[in-house]
């Protein structure tokens, strides 16, 4: 049994929650998500709760089910408050500007890097940090991974790109004995 499928969702006032034909969509003062859900599992929708359950009791279904009320989870909160990515760039000369609905990433490489920003993710920039926002975590997530990839924070002097509540693991140069 899931421990994670089988816990309610606790749905805010303002957040209303349809779903028809395996497709889920929820409405919340921040904006709108649509999902497709598999035919495997169901959603019971109450006044104030959520609850997934599962139509089948074999593996499959079992690991759908906590991913399912894991993303609805993620669905009812983007919408009602929304998540947030701080990354931080450390490095001499490293610096990232906001041009439009692009960012400017100058990461030590010959040449400026661009960076689109997908839609409903929305960014500020910051001395040394890039603030992401959004309703959508899985977008958010894989933009903020994206950003990172670009100059992952190196061991020895600490420079490049890392989540703020990342810690880099520091090592000692050739001189360290």
Known sequence: MSRVGKKPISVPEKTKITYDQGVLTVE?????????IHPD???EIGESQLLVTVRRNDKKTKALWGTTRAQVAN????????????LEINGIGYRAELKGNSIELHLGYSH???????????AAVDKGSIRLSGIDKERLGFAASSIRQMRP?????????????????????????
């Open 153 to 177: 924070p190196e061991p020895y002097k600490g420079k490049g790109v890392k989540y703020a509540e990342e810690l880099v693991q520091r090592k000692a140069g050739k001189t360290a004995k």
């Open 112 to 122: 400026p890097i661009y960076f689109e920003l997908p839609e409903g993710v929305h």
């Open 41 to 43: 599992v169901n959603l």
């Open 28 to 36: 919340g003062p921040k904006g709108t998500l649509t999902r497709s």
């Open 75 to 86: 669905m009812v909160t983007g919408v009602s408050s929304g998540f947030e990515r701080v």
